[in-house]
């Protein structure tokens, strides 16, 4: 099989704008589109040519700090964004059906002087994909439940929508499935608000495996969990990739997390992934700065004190022209802080990083 053949989710150069309702955003008129079509001042670009793809049978983890834009993006390439995220350009690819991203569901589109939500043409097809193959776990265990159904009721939905089984045998691989996180039985009957966030979390993942998924999206699936649980639920997302050779992307801000866990490794930063490798390779031989200064962060046997990586990220919405981590890197070059980094692809790994990119950078120097 090759790699293309094995691909079972591709999302290439995703970028997502955010609605600035600031009213002093209106005042603003060079925001740079950095190719992402921004149409107006308003929307502010946010997740900038982000592209990844996962194989069958493999993880990938996307890391990245807190509000670096790893939800964000995930939200966009499922077209789960609400009105204050629209998806500007990118193509989304899903066991083999592509879409474009800009023209999904919550695409608010000029008609006359209102806005609509616009619904494209593929919707239809897109959603039984989504429904019957991808499972996901939400970063809000409690607050991704409707409160008004009960776990049973909610867990069997997509079994009840995508399939011809019936109630009886969706409640019993419901039950089955609750068993399996080692969720009481009377999991079946609760709401969600009743269930402390560790068991809200266990729910959501019975939710996500009771339809047996070929890809599950994992925003954070750990968090709010005793070590205990945590190490059940690891235990149990790596079985279920063994045994059915289960893609997953594992969305976490732990690096070492990450490491324990996945085939590959994209770090995301302020809105861009600036790099990807595989595991081993990006652990032993980061190539960008701001990996190198996360490994360096990292607690280990040996090491006497944790160096954290200087300075603070900037917000998702920075109107930084260069690289958006010139400020904390410590080998920012003029061109560095005025041109945005050009992603060099290797055969299996990516940067986003002048440094790492000698040839442009040489010829970007002498037109200076
Ligand atoms: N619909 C929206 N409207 C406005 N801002 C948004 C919207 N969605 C996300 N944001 C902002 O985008 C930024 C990135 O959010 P995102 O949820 O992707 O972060 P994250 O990398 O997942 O962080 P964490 O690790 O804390 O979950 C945040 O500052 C968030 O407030
Ligand atoms: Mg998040």
């Known amino acids: 099989m090759t790699a293309s053949d094995s691909t079972v989710f591709r999302v290439t150069d995703l970028c997502v704008s955010l609605h600035d309702a600031d009213a002093a955003a209106r005042t603003m008129r060079n925001v740079p589109d950095d190719g992402c079509g921004v149409e107006s001042p308003l929307w502010r670009p946010a997740i900038r040519g982000v592209s990844f793809e996962v194989n069958r049978g493999e993880v990938l983890s996307i890391v990245g700090e807190s509000a670096s834009g790893k939800t964000l ?21 899903l066991f083999g059906q592509r879409v474009d991203a800009a023209r999904g569901g919550e695409v608010v589109r000029k008609s006359g002087n209102t806005r609509r939500r616009g619904v494209p043409d593929d919707d239809d097809e897109w959603r039984q994909t989504v429904g019957s193959r991808v499972g996901f776990l939400f970063q809000d265990p409690i607050g991704s439940w409707t409160p008004h159904f009960t776990i049973g009721h909610q867990a069997g ?69 005793d070590s205990t649980s945590a190490a059940s639920v690891l235990a149990l997302l790596r079985d279920m990739q063994d045994k059915r050779g289960m893609a997953m992307v594992f969305i976490t801000h732990d690096l070492a997390l990450a490491a324990s866990f996945s085939d590959r490794i994209a770090i995301m930063y302020a809105g861009r992934l ?13 190539r960008h700065p701001y990996t190198e200064g996360l490994i360096g962060a990292l607690p280990m046997v040996g090491r006497d004190r944790l160096r954290p990586v200087r300075g603070s990220p900037p917000h998702l919405w920075h109107t930084a022209q260069g690289c958006s981590f010139a400020p904390r890197c410590d080998f920012t070059t003029e061109v560095c802080a005025n041109v945005p980094p050009s992603v060099g692809v290797g055969e299996a790994a990516s940067v986003a990083c002048w440094l790492r990119d000698e040839l442009s950078l040489q010829g970007i120097l002498a037109g200076l």
């Open 73 to 93: 993006s995930m939200y966009a390439a499922f077209r789960l964004l609400d009105p204050g995220a629209q998806a500007t350009s990118g193509t989304v690819e």
């Open 157 to 225: 939905e997509a079994l009840d929508e995508h399939t011809d089984l019936t109630p009886d045998e969706i409640e019993r691989r419901v039950r089955d499935a609750l068993g399996e996180v080692k969720l009481p039985r009377r999991g079946f009957g609760a709401f969600a608000f009743l269930l402390s966030r560790g068991e809200a979390q266990r729910a959501m993942l019975a939710a996500a495996i009771v339809k047996a998924p070929d890809l599950l999206i994992a925003d954070e699936p750990l968090t709010g969990l």
């Open 274 to 286: 600036v790099e990807t490798a595989p595991t081993q390779e990006l652990m032993r031989r980061p």
